[in-house]
């Protein structure tokens, strides 16, 4: 017998029974993805989830033959926390609870990485305290007894879905399975717009938001496609930090749960705002397409520089795209080089640098690897921890390429989706990424990287953009005012609210610390919460940390 639920609270997996589906599929309902998975093979209904999936959900099945429980997660799952203890293993949605539960301490190692790279830049599947982790997207979890096994189910498979093609197969299922309207986050940028201009062929309501928060190209760009192109762009009046009570309030809760970004434009959309329906953002677009690769044409139009340094940036980065192409991945010795040193977890004498090391570890956003003189023992280990191997399968192949694709899409998937659609937003109307999507990832995964995407590596973005709107995104947006640095001397209202926490004498952090460096750490962040508190990231990541200890303690 199947049943659909969401958690509530932390639980033990021995309270579950049957089957059961916990999170919003959206690609279809969830009795119907249960009766799929009731008279389908396994193997027949993982093929199905890494094709269709759509939706932060999970299956749970507690009459598994093979195992006492089973839990098949969707790529677009946003993670959940777990702790084996005794005989039970508990899940939750939130870090702070299971971290209570298992009685846990910090991981200090952990905690500086956080506090000094942030989320995208942490080991996969792993929280910030001992004796935790986070279970996967995309993966088979096998639980017996307490012992927790995961394994990827994604793999390139032939297929001739385009970008194109996924996105409007997206658009027209969310026609068919949400009421209300359909959100789209528009920043200006490439990936919003796209996002918009082909759910808005399938879609009777969709709504494109931009927020006011200085950026970039947040605001600036979206004005000039909403002038020439007549969206119908809401614009919301939104500065940051924050100072919405409604939305603070909904951050310091959130911070008490799990790992927050305060300045994720997501926040902003309160119950005033939205009601029902689905909110979309096409954050993590840039790393799912390209490897997070650079546009060397986007140097040579800022008007910092002079020229000859635009252009010698420019080559710069167009060289260092290379290193990502079908061209380098196949060829011999990079290929050889690539398997040898991703491989290998207990070498301590790699040399950052090292083309096979550089090729593994940059394209999955580890330059913090990269850039260690000293490679830390700690540090490598976390990165290629026994569980994190066995849930890519991750041994020696021919296939570098899907190896890459596999380390880039958990490294920025376990980033996005947990500090995106896991915070969820003010009014409880969720916010989903589609490019982690079953369609979409079915359309990139083991498509390559042509060696002419070194130039301009979204560069059927454009083309699709072009062709639906008759005008390049160049014509559409001029790049006059786009670049210009975003001040603020706001005082952050979350971190006045806080400012006792803040202190050495207060700090949980400080307190229980007992590694050099974190504890040099925690003092320079504490020491710039007087300087400037509004734009310091480091500040927000302390007091984050901080307000999950005051849950836990």
Not at 262 to 273: A, C, K, Q, V
Not at 325 to 341: A, E, M, Q, W
Request: with cysteine; aromatic share 8%; hydrophobic share 35%.
């Amino acid at each position: 017998m199947g049943h659909s639920r969401h958690l509530s609270g932390c639980q033990s997996l021995a309270d579950f029974s049957g089957i059961t589906v916990i999170g919003s599929p959206l690609h279809k309902s969830s009795g119907r993805l249960l009766s799929s998975y009731q008279k389908d093979s396994l193997d027949a209904f993982i093929d199905s989830e890494r094709r269709w999936s759509m939706g932060d959900y999970m299956v749970v099945d507690s009459s598994a033959e093979s195992c006492d429980t089973r839990i098949i997660t969707a790529p677009g799952f946003s993670g959940q926390f777990y702790h084996a203890e005794g005989k039970e293993v508990f899940v939750s949605n939130s870090m702070s609870e299971i971290a209570s539960i298992a009685d846990a301490e910090l991981n200090e190692h952990h905690v500086l990485n956080y506090l000094q790279n942030g989320t995208t830049r942490t080991p996969q599947c792993s929280t910030l305290f001992s004796g935790t982790s986070r279970l996967p997207p995309a993966a088979v979890c096998e639980i017996t007894g307490t012992d927790v096994s995961t394994r990827s189910y994604l793999q390139r498979t032939p297929n001739d879905l385009s970008v194109e093609e996924a996105l409007a197969e997206i658009g027209a299922r969310l026609s068919k399975t949400v009421s209300g309207p359909l959100y789209v986050m528009f920043s200006g940028g490439v990936d919003s717009l796209l996002y918009l201009l082909l759910f808005d062929q399938v879609y009777d309501d969709v709504v494109p938001v931009t927020f006011g928060i200085e950026s970039p190209t947040n605001g600036p760009a979206a004005h000039q496609l909403n002038e020439k192109l007549n969206l119908d762009v809401e614009f919301v009046d939104h500065e940051y930090p924050f100072i919405d009570t409604g939305v603070i309030n909904h951050i310091e809760s959130t911070m008490r749960d799990r790992l927050v970004n305060p300045r994720n434009p997501h926040f902003g959309f309160t119950s005033e705002l939205v009601s029902d329906g689905v909110i979309v953002s096409g954050q993590n677009m840039d790393a799912a397409m390209t490897i997070n690769m650079g546009t060397p044409g986007v140097h040579l139009s800022l008007p910092e520089a002079p020229l000859y340094k635009r252009w010698y940036r420019a080559t710069r980065l167009a060289l260092s795209n290379l290193r990502y192409t079908d061209f380098y991945i196949n060829r011999t010795g990079s290929n050889s080089l690539f398997r040898h040193l991703t491989t290998v977890r207990q070498e301590r004498k790699f040399v950052p640098g090292s083309g096979g090391f550089v090729l593994g570890m940059q394209s999955t956003g580890k330059p913090s690897v990269i850039q260690t003189d000293n490679l830390s023992e700690h540090l490598l280990d976390s990165v290629w921890r026994p569980d994190v191997k066995e849930l890519l399968n991750f041994t020696p192949t021919d296939d570098n390429l899907e190896s890459i694709e596999l380390l880039n899409f958990y490294h920025y998937s376990r980033s996005c989706q947990e500090t995106i659609t896991g915070t969820g937003t003010p009014a409880s109307v969720p916010v989903h990424l589609p490019v982690m999507w079953g369609p979409m990832q079915s359309a990139l995964f083991g498509s390559g990287t042509p060696i002419t995407d070194v130039l301009n590596p979204k560069r059927e973005l454009y083309n699709l953009v072009e062709e639906l709107t008759g005008s390049s995104y160049r014509e559409l947006v001029t790049r006059d005012g786009l670049f210009r640095n975003r001040e603020t001397s706001t005082r952050s209202p979350l971190v006045d609210r806080h400012e006792d926490k803040l202190t050495q004498n207060q700090s949980l952090v400080y307190e229980e610390a007992t590694l050099d460096e974190l504890l040099n750490q925690v003092e320079s962040i504490l020491e710039q919460v007087q300087v400037n508190p509004s734009s310091n990231r480091s500040i927000n990541r302390l007091l984050n940390i901080e307000l999950l200890l005051h849950a836990t303690r």
